[in-house]
Each structure stands twice: as C-alpha cells, then as structure tokens.
C-alpha cells in the first residue's frame, strides 16, 4: 500500500461574528472552527497600548469571557475584508451627544491615543497631558468630520423623532406657551405663577384638567426592579454569581465618606443573554410576586431592606424615588407592573433609561407622558423607550408638545 501523508486543513476563518463590538480590540469567532481571534490591522495598536486586551474577550450578549486561542490573523475584520463596515454607536452622554463621536468613537481614540503619545515622546509633560488630549482630540474629531463628509465610513441615518412617532401611532398633546430668557436652567416658560419649567407647565395643565401628576423618569422604576428582582439577581445557586464592591452610592449624594458596598451579581446581569439564560428562573420568580395590589405593597415593604444591595448598585437607593416606585403600585395594575419587571429583566442596561418624565392618573385612568418644549428632541434612550413600550409595554402614553406662542428677552 502506497503512504499516504495526511495533513490537517488549515480554516481559512471564511465566516466569522465580532463577539463584542464595543471593544477597543474586538475579537472575532470563526464559525467554523469556533475559534478566537483578532484582526491583524488591531496588531499595532493593541501590543503598543492595549497589551492587556489581547488575552481575552468579552462575549456582549452573555458578558462571559472567553481566551483568544488563535491571536491575530489577516483579512478578519469587515474594512480589511472590503466589506461595508457595520456601525456600533455608543450611546449619547455629555461629551458625546454628536453622531460623529457616538459612531466614531473607536477611531477617535485610536487617533487621539497615537498622537498623544508622540507628543509625550517628545517632551510633553504628564502635568499638560489632559489638556493637550482634549486640544488633539478637538482636531481628530475635525479631521473625522470633513473624512466622513467626503467619504462616509458608517451609515449614521437613525430614525427621526417624527418617525418614531408615526410609527408607533404616538397621541401628541400639543400646548402652547410663552417662553422667556432669564439665564435660569429650566426655567423657560412663562406659567400663571410665574417662570417655570417645561415639566412644571404640563403639571399645572393635567392638574386643571383634574388628573393627578407625579414626576417619573427612570430612578423609580430601578427602584421597582432591585424591590422586586432582589432575590433572584443575587441567588446564589446562580453559577454565574461573583462578589462586587462599589462606593456607596449615599456617600456621593451626601459627599460623606461612607464604607464601600459589597454584594454578589451574576456576571451577565443587565444583558440579554441572562435573560435566555435565566429565563425560567426569572418566570417562576414573577409567579412568586403576589397578584394583588395589597400584597404587592406589603413585599415592596417587606423586601425594601433586604434588596438594599442590589438597589445601591443600580443608583435606586434615594428615600423620594422609593416613594414613587411605591406609588406606581398604587397606581399601576399589579400585572402592568409584573410586565415592566420582564421588560428590565431581558435586556437591563440596554432599557433602563428613556422612561417618561410624568405618570397622570385620575381614578383608574393612567398614562405616561415625556414633555418636550419648543426646541427639545427626543433623545436616543426615549426613541428607544417608545419603541419598546409599543412592542412590549404596551403602556398608555403621550408626548406633550409645548409650542412658542410668544416671546419676549
């Protein structure tokens, strides 16, 4: 018989999925041969600046983490492949409201990291180091700008509020009022009492009207989700469990030294693939929350202290936003709020900004409503709230509109 000299195929990684695309260094998985890798145009930068994110990754729908068995290879990511590359923008936060920097933002570090360096190398000074990033960032950002208007690297076209709007059949209540300039921050319309703000004015509208009007935006209902989910986040038979400490979220609203906080969290919690993974331990757990409103109340009592902890963490400690959450129940149907629960249990950290600025109630009549003044957009965390309170909340909901009628400086 004739030797045979068998070789192994080597994977040409012909198919591969970005594990986590808000990464510095991203890693890649070959889908055949299920390997971890990085792109070799990332090299440079990674071994220079980043050496200690070239061990690993972190997978963003289960947060778990996972070696890169096969280092850099050539031609992995979607530029070098000469493929349309994929946007991932980060979300809108002061500093980075634009387009250019929520989608550019890998690109801009890079840059503004390069040239900070070879201004360190020569002779800059650690003490002049935060400025003169700010100053090189400012002309990265510039450079990004006229690069992108000449020749577009991401598709930055997002859905319009008015789109957003048609779409979900949104109820505009539209008010007319007259604005007025007196340097006060929020302090913009002209109310019967006075200046006021934009929230304050639609208060006093719905009030006339005889409805009852408590202010909302997102802090109660974290309140709601650490009352009710306590036991379930923190369960110790969860395998994924591990100990956290963090400051105590008192001492920064006090200014008061206060003894870190220290509790256990699964390592995936706030991102979608908990939910996939817990998910009959977190359907079985609503089923534990009693279905009446009077029992709800007395667990929300009953469970505030031991969910302590896990309230810290999510910044639902404050004593005015526990008595909305509570006030929601009073309010709320207890299954409307078992809903809001599985809403924030599937995708956390993705859906707990963006809730409405004001609950209007009267006898069993509710609704949430976001106010906008003349010149206010929606934000990106409100585009997304209204999206998801039309597919999956299913909450009764107005945008109120207060439009310049006149004006005077």
């Known amino acids: 018989m004739r030797n045979r000299t068998i070789s192994k195929r080597r994977c040409e990684h012909a198919e591969v999925t970005c594990i986590n695309p808000f990464e510095f260094i991203r890693k890649y998985r070959c889908k055949s041969c299920k390997a971890v890798m990085m792109c070799m145009c990332d090299e440079p930068f990674g071994r220079r600046f ?20 096969a280092g850099f290879q050539p031609n992995i990511c979607q530029e070098c492949r000469g493929l349309p590359v994929e946007a991932a923008p980060v979300a809108a936060i002061h500093g980075r409201t634009t387009k250019i920097r929520r989608y550019y933002w890998r690109e801009i570090f890079f840059e503004t990291t390069r040239r900070l360096a070879t201004w360190e190398e020569a002779g800059g000074t650690a003490a002049d180091a935060s400025k003169m990033r700010q100053k090189i960032e400012k002309k990265v950002v510039t450079e990004i700008v006229e690069a992108h208007r000449q020749r577009p690297k991401y598709n930055m076209s997002e859905p319009s509020a008015a789109d957003i709007i048609e779409r979900h059949g949104v109820e505009v209540v539209n008010l007319r009022a007259a604005y007025v300039a007196d340097g006060k921050k929020g302090a913009v319309i002209l109310g019967d009492e006075g200046v006021c703000s934009a929230e304050a004015f639609a208060e006093d509208h ?16 974290h309140v709601l989700f650490g009352v009710f989910m306590w036991l379930l986040i923190q369960d110790l038979r969860d395998k994924r469990q591990r100990f ?34 817990r998910a009959r331990a977190i359907a079985k757990h609503l089923k534990l929350i009693l279905p009446e409103r009077g029992e709800m109340l007395w667990l929300f009592d009953y469970w505030l202290s031991g969910s302590e902890s896990l309230r810290q963490y999510l910044w639902a400690h404050r004593d005015t936003d526990i008595a909305s959450a509570r006030r929601l129940i009073e309010i709320l149907p207890p299954e409307t709020v078992k809903r809001v629960l599985a809403y924030l249990a599937a995708s956390y950290w993705k859906r707990y900004l963006g809730w409405p600025d004001l609950l209007v109630s009267k006898d069993d009549e ?44």
């Not at 050496?51 to 996972?66: A, C, F, I, N």
């Not at 719905?206 to 209902?221: I, N, Q, T």
């Not at 699964?266 to 939910?275: R, V």
């Open 206 to 221: 719905f009030r006339r009207m005889g409805y009852d009007v408590m202010k909302l935006e997102s802090a109660p209902f």
């Open 244 to 277: 956290v400490g963090f400051g105590n979220r008192s001492a920064a609203d006090t200014g008061v030294d206060m003894p870190m906080v220290h509790t256990s969290l699964p390592e995936d919690f706030g991102a979608p693939g908990y939910d996939r993974r």
């Open 50 to 69: 980043l050496p200690h994110q070239l061990g690993s990754g972190t997978v963003l729908d289960s947060q778990e983490r996972v070696p890169v068995t």
């Open 366 to 409: 509710f609704f949430f409503a976001e106010v906008k003044s003349s010149s206010d957009k929606l934000s990106d965390d409100q585009k997304d709230w209204i999206a998801g309170n039309a597919e999956y909340l299913r909450l009764p909901f107005k945008l109120v509109k207060i439009h310049r009628a006149s004006g005077r400086s």
